[in-house]
């Protein structure tokens, strides 16, 4: 089981954010994990083009 690094609660709920997919903690409110739903959005920032 998975425990916030904060408090050390136990009570993680997934919440959906446009693109991603928070992990948060319910006791304090901390953002535990953060997850691209499609990661291949992030193949834009790979590309030296994209940079200037």
Known sequence: MQTCKSC????LVKVPE????????T?????VSMRFVNPSILKKYTNPDYQK
């Open 8 to 11: 050390g609660g136990g009570s």
């Open 18 to 25: 446009f693109e991603k997919e928070l992990t948060v903690c």
């Open 27 to 31: 006791d304090c409110g901390e953002v």
